[in-house]
């Protein structure tokens, strides 16, 4: 573990990770790789399932006809986690199992590797129920728990579902694409929640990097939010019971800060969008872009002026439409939705967020795309503040925005060049 951090007993929630130090914003607090991992198989034909990446075409695994790679280097680099798990998805043929059937697999398997001697320990089944157990049965992850009825107390397990979002370099702006990959990762396990949290997590390639997004005193817990931090009160309550099994007492949920302005506007004149978003990611998932698009168009029209933009279910729909519109190449319009969700996303997002950053991303590359160059500019710019904290200069989505940022540069120069 990192030297700035320490295990200790966290005031009404168990154990929790503090810092032993002053630790800046943006600075990497720790680094881990996943204990285990694996595709989900909704994506499983898309992505490589070595390094992630999405890719068109894709070599598939001769023997088990599940696992696809971009190219034989991903390949032969996983063969020593696929090679045990090969065989037994060969031995199940035609049949693949679930995702967390998978995971767990490829959990035991690791465990093999590093516990060999205590296998027997690993896999006998008692009625031991900790806390972890009876979360995780509740998650529906029900072989992992019994694989760790046993071994709770050599370490708890953090379960993450990752729903990454993708920019392309290639095109103005490659949508944002959701997915599902699951990740398993001990001691980070220690991280207790918060609706505003000090710190955030970020991928770089399979492995997990926690940053500050504030500057944090030393003996400070260190947060993170379990879940989606742009949503009501009341509603990251219920999640975080339903899913996590605790009541959060953070200082926003106490305050409600944002509640009010979340729903402002006219009720009547909301709700409609409130009741579609449901449908709205429906069509999302179906990449129904046209009739997303319509829909949208309609909800928005309907509630026009009376609703603010600050309403959260006018930005998810506005959102939504931004997203339809990319994918029908309608840019000038793209760029529209896009700027009008900008200030709201500030409004919603004090600390540096990665949501945030790619929003503003996405924006730039609109307004590049579309040669309003000045403007791309100070956009990138705008991003660049928040993903050098979030994401730190060395990852590859902040390398992709400082390229930006200089080919806007590059044609700012080469216009003044031309106009003298
Ligand atoms: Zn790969
Ligand atoms: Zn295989
Ligand atoms: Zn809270």
Known sequence: MAPKLERFVSPGKGNGLRATGRILKGELVFSAEPLANCVSKKVSRDVCHHCFTRCETLLRCSQCKMARYCNITCQKQAWSVHKTECKCLRSLLPRIPTDSVRLAARLIFALVNVWSHSLFQLFSYSKHKSGILVKMSKLNIFPLSLIFAHSFSLFSIFLLFLHPIFISPSGPVCPSFLSSYCFLFYSLSLLNHDCRPNCVMVFEGTKLQLRAVREINPEEELTISYIETLSLTEDRQRQLEEQYHFTCHCQRCGCKDTDGLMVSGEEVSWRPMMESLSRLDELKAESNWQVLLESCKHLLSAASSVVPDENLYKLRVTDAALDACIHLGYWEEAL????????????????????????????????????????AADTFKQAYQIIKVTHGDTHSLTKDLLMKMEECRAEIDQQSFHNN
């Open 336 to 375: 529209g939705l896009g700027l009008r969700t900008l200030p709201v996303y500030r409004q919603y997002y004090p600390d540096p967020h990665p949501v945030h950053g790619v929003q503003l991303m996405r924006v730039g590359k609109l307004q590049h795309y579309l040669e309003h160059i000045s403007e």
